[in-house]
């Protein structure tokens, strides 16, 4: 079983989404393919309480904690699984070496575009109203030190409808998220096989 830890600062929506997918006995994506052993959240969220829902292994693992931010990612990416998700993430890390390529996040437009420091959230739908894009989406990528800078693994293209706000926008968006994210989780698992990349 290919094993995911997954990473949280808020409600836990997506966390929510991705344990519906690894263990809903009718529609689960990732069922019988994937498994989540480990929450980690850098703060007490409400994300937590989702966690034990599903009944998932939860740490809270502060930065306040640590010396410095290198000492608290290293913390945060010792886990003995295949691969990190973030899943409404809000802090910068510094991705260890070995786990370079073994950390996604998913992006609430398409990068490049409305990518960044200070672009999540509702501000990255704002910027896109502003602009008057007839096309916005969401990206899968891998992590890297520079916000939004990793390489795409997936993208999925929503229409920007001419009485969208951004709220409206938002929740389109988070549907086409919610697809796109296990889908690429699958397929990331299919290609990079079930070796641990801490074994590297």
Known sequence: MYQIAVLISGAGSTLDNLAHHCYDEY???LKGFVEITR???DRECKGLEVAEKWGLPKVVIKATDYPDK????EALFDAEVNLHVLG???SQVVVPLRWE???VNIHPSLLPAYGGKGMYGIKVHEAVIAAKEKVTGCTVHTVTDVYDDGMILGQIKQAVLPWDDAESLQQAVQKMEQKLYPRTILNFSSISGKKNPSHN
């Not at 290198?70 to 990612?73: C, K, L, Q, T």
Request: glycine share 18%.
């Open 70 to 73: 290198v000492a608290w990612s």
């Open 27 to 29: 529609d689960g994506m």
């Open 39 to 41: 929450v980690v959240a």
């Open 101 to 103: 390529g073994k950390i």
């Open 88 to 90: 409404g993430f809000l």
